[in-house]
């Protein structure tokens, strides 16, 4: 029981914004009660800096164990043979990667920001774009996809020490396979930032990363539908993951201590065991064959709004989805990503603007909003209701200036979301 009326009363309205609503933030989604029972524990109370069994605090016997608990779930969920659940978050988690791999003024060479990458892949705004120096791959205007051989071309000229694969709204499957022949071929590392599809990863509805890169980062909260946080994974490459890359680089550590000391004490303090005690109750969840299934119609709702915004005259970037979101071109219904977002929320509709490939907008205007259906899909959406939403939006958007169009939709909107709870109910377990 919340005594503090003041936050409990801001915590109620939250939570009949996300009930009323539809979310299609790519990067929400909705955790099950009891990974926020996990979260909400005793264990936020606990310092535990190092790692299971190597802690520089007492008392950490218990929180040694779940952190372990959560480290074998996920080498089980995504088949690694290194996993650190450290990270506070993927950008955490990225930081952690530089630190171990490269020094100031490396070059690096990642997806480029404005084209679906994330900031922490050299972008200018963010340490990794300053520390280092970044050079970018990105789509081509015609198909919206990435072309390899201009990959390797720029892996050729700029000998880079990182090659990143990875994005935030990139809606294609990677091919991972081409990275790592260009990553061989020029000695970089190849590093997989997965933290958008790893949920759909780990249902094995997509390519694993881990069987092709050098190493992979995460978030646990998006697809993955664990608590905000990141973490750092191997594959088969470990424990000697590079090879001759790693005689070149001259350092002759093993990689896992040099990222686990890159995590701490590199980048963070103590471990939040309260958040890694969630982390292993949604990895719990992710291994059970529901997961599976949730995954699947992910993909389908995504794939079946793709289409639904295409019929609607929507320009769709690459014309369609193989992941669990889309990226919209506004361009041809005269409206901008801050437009929509902005007007869309009058009706409790939650996207975000997002720049397009080869936009003419500002990053704070932009001509696109990224839409994903990870959150939609654990309320219980199934490809009706989302192309029921395409024609929600579409009324919005073509309507930008009539309010009561906008209010007509809004309450039918929150009329339809009554049918679905933000938690299951039937959800079973022990109170603690
Ligand atoms: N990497 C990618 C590809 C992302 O899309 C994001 C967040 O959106 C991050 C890293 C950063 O994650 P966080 O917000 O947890 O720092």
Redesign the pocket.
């Known amino acids: 029981m919340l005594k503090d009326l003041q936050v409990a009363a801001l915590i109620r309205e939250e939570h009949e914004r996300q009930q009323n609503g539809i979310e299609l933030i790519a990067?929400e989604n909705i955790v099950s009660q009891q990974l926020m029972q996990a979260m909400g524990s005793c264990l936020t109370n606990k310092y535990a800096e190092g790692y299971p069994k190597k802690r520089y605090y007492g008392g950490c016997e218990v929180v040694d164990k779940i952190e372990q608990l959560a480290i074998d779930r996920a080498k089980a969920l995504f088949n690694a043979e290194y996993v650190n659940v450290q990270p506070h978050?993927?950008?955490?988690?990225?930081a952690a990667v530089y630190l171990a791999c490269v020094k100031p003024g490396d070059t690096i060479l990642g997806f480029d920001l404005a084209h679906g990458?994330?900031?922490?892949?050299g972008s200018k705004a963010n340490f990794s774009g300053q520390l280092y120096n970044p050079v970018f791959y990105g789509v081509e205007e015609a198909t919206g996809r990435i072309d390899m051989d201009k990959v390797a071309a720029k892996a050729k000229e700029h000998q880079p020490k990182i090659i990143l694969c990875?994005?935030?709204a990139y809606s294609r499957e990677w091919e991972y396979e081409r990275f790592r022949e260009i990553a061989d071929e020029v000695g970089a590392i190849l590093w997989c930032?997965?933290?958008?599809p790893a949920g759909v990863i780990a249902a094995g509805l997509l390519k694993n990363p881990l069987d092709y890169c050098h190493i992979v980062?995460t978030?646990t909260?998006?697809t993955l539908r664990g608590p905000?946080?990141?973490m750092i994974l191997m594959g088969k490459d470990f424990p000697n993951p590079f090879g001759k890359v790693w005689k070149k680089s001259g350092n002759p550590k093993k990689m896992s201590v040099l990222l686990n000391s890159a995590v701490f004490p590199g980048t963070q303090g103590g471990p939040l065991e309260h958040v890694i005690a969630a982390k292993a109750v949604a990895f719990h969840e992710a291994l059970q064959p529901s997961f599976k299934t949730y995954q699947k119609q992910v993909v389908a709702n995504a794939k079946a709004m793709a289409q639904a915004f295409v019929d609607k005259g929507y320009k769709v970037i690459s014309g369609g989805t193989d992941n669990h979101l889309m990226l919209i071109d506004l361009r041809p219904k005269g409206v901008t990503g801050k437009q929509a977002e902005e007007t869309l929320i009058l009706a409790d509709i939650t996207v975000n603007k997002n720049m397009v490939p080869f936009d003419t907008e500002s990053p704070m205007v932009t001509s696109g909003m990224r839409i994903g259906t990870p959150a939609v899909t654990t309320r219980g959406f199934k490809e009706a209701d989302c192309v029921k939403t395409v024609e929600w939006m579409d009324r919005i958007l073509s309507n930008i200036d009539d309010a009561q169009e906008i209010a007509a939709v809004k309450a039918e909107i929150n009329a339809y979301m009554a049918n679905y709870p933000l938690f299951a109910s039937d959800e079973e377990g022990v109170e603690v």
């Open positions: 990067s978050s993927g950008a955490q988690a990225n990458g994330h900031l922490t892949h990875g994005a935030s930032d997965m933290a958008h980062t978030t909260h998006k905000r946080g990141g």
